[in-house]
């Protein structure tokens, strides 16, 4: 099996903050290092698998 591991996006209430206002984690808090996890996992899927 060839499974693409990403680092662990850590538990986070800016998180459910941003959920919850009905926004992506980028809009509503853009500076957070989560989005530089989300990023990375957007594009390996847009880039597609090896």
């Known amino acids: 099996m060839n ?3 990403f680092n662990a996006i ?3 209430a800016h998180i459910a903050n941003a959920a919850a206002a009905g926004l992506p ?3 509503f808090r853009p500076g957070d290092a989560s989005n530089r996890v989300y990023e990375k996992i957007a594009s390996y899927i847009l880039q597609g698998s090896d």
């Open 25 to 27: 984690l980028g809009l």
């Open 10 to 12: 850590k538990d986070s």
């Open 3 to 5: 499974i693409h591991m």
